[in-house]
């Protein structure tokens, strides 16, 4: 087995559910698994998820649900972007809520439902303040009057989504709220499947009253922001394992650019980890990470493949010790929020890279 590696702790991700789950009650947790599940496995997440009782999932695409349906995935996925009009046929027919976001969508869709002989379930999606897809708050009551001429599309939701969360007092924040709840009194009575908040707004809770929720990052055991401290566990560590060790005299150089001279006599240790298997080489020289219970920092420039880190100060270290990049190790903990900062970017971010980079391997 190669070393760099991904390693998803299974009962984190129910815990976090979990919390989810009977924190909403009555409202319901769908938990969003798009991006591969922030990196996480799609699959494996709601298969897992599954098991605990989980009765839909979220997703961004169309090929994302066909994915997770080949796999064997057969409760109701909600698709956030809907069905793009070459993606109309394939989409139609399989218990999907495709989101609807532009005429034009909702009649390529209804086209294809008309084809394949089935109605088709959708979900407006609601522009309240995002700036990105959706019908605006004025138009809605037009564009659900238009809707329901559609003979072979069933309007059953309508959904809209934060744009700073975070900060219940912003103008465009209280702006979202207030027209939400608006156009939720255009809605038709077989529109039940209504939803607004992401990790940030449900802690922020806001729209309490609505049904249904859309847990993204938390449920990776992330917070949305920094420091929020929700009771949730993080379910990806990131690691490797030391494949060279010597020790370097005072005076010499570590890795490109030069950027790096040792003030000391320095047991160096190569880890097989850089840019390419998401470690940000923003990091280069900065990069921390954790051997035997010890915290350690990189020397240098981060590589494509290679980093290198200072292990003077840890005792007995050792050819093959584990070297984790994010998560536990003992007592020491690094945050996928430390590195994100440090490297410029969010969690989020580092999550999709990592996913995408790594082998992963479930524990529990
Ligand atoms: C990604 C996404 C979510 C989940 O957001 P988190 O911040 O990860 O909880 C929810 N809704 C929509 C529309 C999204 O795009």
Redesign the pocket.
Known sequence: MYPTRAIIDRDALRHNFNYYLNSLAPAQPVP?I?SDA?GHGAVEVARTLSDCGCRQF?V?RIAEALDLRQHGITQPLWI?LGALPNEADDAVGQNLKLAVFSWEQAVALNAAAKKHHVIQDVHLKVDTGMGRLGILPSEVPAFVARLATLSHLRLTGA?T?FAKAIDTDHPVTQNQIAAFRGVIQHLPASCTEIHGC???AIAQHFLPELPYA?????LYGLD?EPGMNLPIKPAMTFMSNIISLKTLPKGHNVSYNCIRTLERDTRVAVVPAGYASALPRALSDHCEALVRGHRIHNLGTICMDMAMFDVTDVPDVAVDDEVVFIGRQGDLEINAWDVARQAGTIA?DLLCHIGMTQPRFYIN
């Open positions: 969003v798009k922030y979220a961004f956030l959904f989504h992401a990790t940030c859309r847990p993204g990052i938390s949305p989020y």
